[in-house]
């Protein structure tokens, strides 16, 4: 039998026919997508023993309880983690994708001398003659922590230590200037206050310490007509805040600092308060009139207020005139205000000042990738991730996330004193070297960052002050040796003080001060790393976790 | 019958059993275990009876996999039988004090995090409703891998159409959210992946 073309064309049609009845197809599907999967250039975890370990996160100062899964000993996975006294459970978008920040396309893995690869010998001979040459000048992102021990010694000796002041501590610099009572010895004693005023601070958006508000007003807050805690949003536009918030008052872009001098003014001049304070100069009309509300809609912000004690003013920017509606409210030095938590902290020269002569700065790897010092000197800037285009001499690769044994001291904005110990849980891949490794190796006299953390713990651990918080609550006192409490907090504890005692702050205010322009301070500027991972830049942008003051309202 | 309607047959009948024969054939690739290894005689001499004897879990509730050599050199330090198998096991891997490369039916991919722990203790489920009546199999089977995808076809079950399969046949991500929705137990994307 002769098999012409219209035959061979029936038998591939019936072929064809047939092929999706039989598995080929699927099961060619199938395993294609699992063997594109396993292409050699994809990163695998490691196969090997699965562990959980307790931690803390280290990408910013807020230090939430890290719940840390590692195959193999590298890290695969980072949950909030519950038992945590201050977050809960909580985290931020970026800390839940942290583990993959150690793999990311930008990581620096070496050296680099203005953009040419270099190694860390050339380095380190750099530095060390510039040393010999000049002042030096260290800047810390994080101060409190034990590496800034390190860093502070070194810079004291040859220069100068400075550190970068955070958004909360710009909000608290007020206080300072009024009372001498350094911004990071401050706290917002929220879980005490019964209204909170916001100017414009994105308190359900990611403000502060992870998960505190937003727990707090979920508990106390939401859903709910007359609410134990009243959260009052004042903002020119309904951001999530002030969708959620209790009463939401638009007032015109730029103005939040004047109906603070409005609403302080209607306190004083009602008798609703009975502090004593400089009476605004703005009349009450003159307010309304900037800020785009009637007379009445500020008399009775102001009767508002007051009428659930304690009332605190949060501010999103370093405006005075909100600060000093805090004075006027008597909520700095009591519960439910502004709260001075410890009196251990110093204050730092600040790291914008400008820089008089400095033959070398050193950058810290906490220093925001945004931050540039003014300055002709050679810059030395130590960073895990590289953030684009720089000015840096040199760029020196640090150690990632959770690579390095690090503390974590009282987060900003929180209202009680806290100590965490974040060990390294993952060995770094690459050739790296933290700023404060990098100072001891040239100057072999300075201590190490292990060293002051075993320093701190015995000093703890004497004080017997407060209690250690994991799955249960142990009081120091309870605890029989240093070394007991430092190994809890290896593993995973946290060191809680006694709550703030509401110790009278004295804020000498003898003029109401001026409404300067409202500078907003971008939130997200204080804890956001470098550059950020697919996934977490995904959920940032895209779950508005953090807002910016970009952001179209 | 018209002729083209004849050759239309011819091809469809044709790749049916191909595709149903020859294609898993070509597909799969077998390979003989190191060892031979028989559950059943072991549980019936040693007295084991219960799988957590050889494959445990540890302390901390992770799952320790296949028994290390040390616990076979428990019985087997020397030879106690005739059999081939017995005397490969304590020449090539208990005396130099090897691991026996085991090929490893149930291996899942590298970013799939599973714990026994949870699954036996907590949920109840017994071995085999995952893994097949291998504690009564008289011989191990050959080890069948995948030449695209690289794993056992005990993953995806040896009924190629994976339709009337035994309890055990098939550990696919499918075969796990079936059991789940079934029980009403959310894990969510990150409950298996790491």
């Not at chain 1, 510039?130 to 994080?142: K, Q």
């Not at chain 1, 601070?201 to 990611?206: F, K, T, V």
């Not at chain 1, 909520?331 to 009196?343: F, H, L, M, N």
């Not at chain 2, 050199?73 to 130099?96: M, N, T």
């Amino acid at each position: 039998m002769k098999v012409s073309r219209r035959d061979l064309l029936a038998w591939s049609a019936g072929a064809a026919a047939a092929l999706v009845a039989t598995p080929v197809p699927w099961k060619l599907l199938d395993d294609t997508s699992i063997w594109s999967q396993n292409w050699k250039w994809i990163p695998q975890p490691s196969r090997g023993p699965m562990e959980v370990k307790h931690s803390a996160c280290t990408l910013c100062p807020s230090g939430c309880g890290l719940r840390v899964r590692t195959a193999g000993g590298y890290l695969v996975g980072v949950a909030g983690l519950a038992s945590h006294p201050v977050t809960g459970g909580a985290l931020c978008p970026l800390a839940f994708a942290a583990h993959q920040l150690n793999w990311h396309p930008e990581r620096l893995r070496t050296v680099r001398h203005r953009g040419v690869e270099s190694s860390w010998d050339d380095a380190r001979a750099a530095f060390v003659k510039a040393c010999g040459e000049g002042p030096v000048i260290v800047i810390d992102g994080y101060p409190g922590r034990a590496a800034s021990v390190v860093m502070e010694a070194f810079g004291n000796k040859r220069g100068e230590y400075r550190a970068f002041q955070g958004t909360e501590w710009k909000v608290l610099a007020p206080y300072t200037r009024w009372s001498g009572v350094p911004a990071s010895d401050l706290g917002y004693d929220l879980e005490n206050a019964r209204t909170i005023v916001s100017f414009g601070a994105p308190l359900l958006d990611g403000w502060g310490i992870p998960g505190r508000f937003t727990r707090l007003w979920a508990k106390r807050s939401a859903g709910q007509n007359e609410p134990e805690l009243r959260l009052i949003q004042i903002e020119d536009s309904l951001s999530r805040t002030a969708t959620r918030a209790w009463r939401w008052i638009a007032v015109r872009p730029g103005t939040e600092s004047a109906l603070a001098s409005g609403i302080a003014r209607v306190l004083l001049e009602e008798k609703l308060v009975s502090t004593q304070a400089p009476l605004p100069d703005a009349t009450v009309s003159e307010v309304a009139l900037r800020t785009g509300l009637d007379i009445s809609t500020i008399r009775e912000l102001a009767r508002m207020i007051v009428a659930q004690q304690p009332a605190m003013a949060i501010s999103n920017n370093n405006a005075p005139s909100i600060a000093a509606l805090n004075v006027v409210l008597g909520a700095v030095g009591e519960r439910g205000g502004i709260v001075r938590r410890s009196r251990a902290a110093k204050s730092y020269q600040d790291a914008e000042a400008p820089i008089s002569s400095a033959r070398a700065v050193v950058l810290d790897a906490s220093v925001p990738w945004s931050f540039i010092p003014k300055t002709d000197a050679e810059v030395f800037r130590f960073a895990a991730w590289n953030g684009g285009p720089t000015k840096a001499d040199w760029l020196l690769p640090a150690p990632g996330f959770l690579e390095e044994l690090s503390d974590v001291p009282t987060a900003p904005t929180a209202s009680v004193e806290t100590y965490a110990v974040a060990p390294a849980i993952t060995q770094a891949p690459h050739t790296t070297r933290s700023c404060a490794a990098f100072l001891a190796s040239a100057d072999p006299s300075l201590t190490s960052a292990e060293k002051v953390i075993h320093k701190r713990c015995a000093d703890l651990y004497r004080a017997r002050v407060g209690a250690l918080h994991s799955h249960q609550q142990v009081p120091v006192a309870r605890l029989e040796t240093d070394s007991q409490l430092e190994e809890q907090l290896w593993n995973g504890s946290v060191w809680v003080g006694e709550p703030a005692s509401g110790e009278s702050i004295l804020c000498a205010l003898k003029k109401w001060p001026a409404d300067d322009a409202d500078s907003p301070v971008d939130s997200h500027q204080s804890w956001s790393v470098p550059v950020m991972p697919a996934l977490a830049t995904k959920l940032y942008q895209e779950s508005g976790l953090r807002e910016s003051q970009g952001r179209i309202a | 019958m018209k002729r083209w309607l004849l050759m239309f047959s011819f091809g469809f009948v044709a790749t049916l059993l191909a595709g149903w024969t020859a294609f898993p054939r070509v597909l799969y690739v077998k390979k003989p275990q190191p060892l031979e290894f028989r559950h059943k005689a072991h549980a019936e001499k040693s007295g084991v009876a219960e799988c957590s004897e050889c494959h445990a879990l540890r302390d901390d509730g992770t799952f320790a996999g296949l028994p290390a050599t040390e616990k076979c050199a428990g019985c087997h330090a020397d030879k106690i039988g005739e059999s081939q198998a017995e005397a490969r096991l304590v020449d090539f891997y208990i005396k130099p004090g090897h691991e026996t490369p085991w090929l490893v039916y149930a291996q899942q991919p590298a970013n799939v995090w599973f714990s026994h722990a949870i699954h036996v203790k907590r949920a109840g489920l017994k071995c085999d409703e995952c893994h097949g009546k291998y504690g009564e199999s008289d011989q191990v089977k050959l080890y069948e891998v995948n030449r695209i995808s690289g794993y056992s076809r005990d993953i995806w079950g040896h009924s190629m159409s994976r339709l009337r399969r035994a309890p055990g046949d098939g550990m696919k991500m499918s075969d796990c959210e079936n059991c789940h929705h079934a029980r009403h137990v959310e894990a969510g994307c990150l409950g298996c992946h790491k």
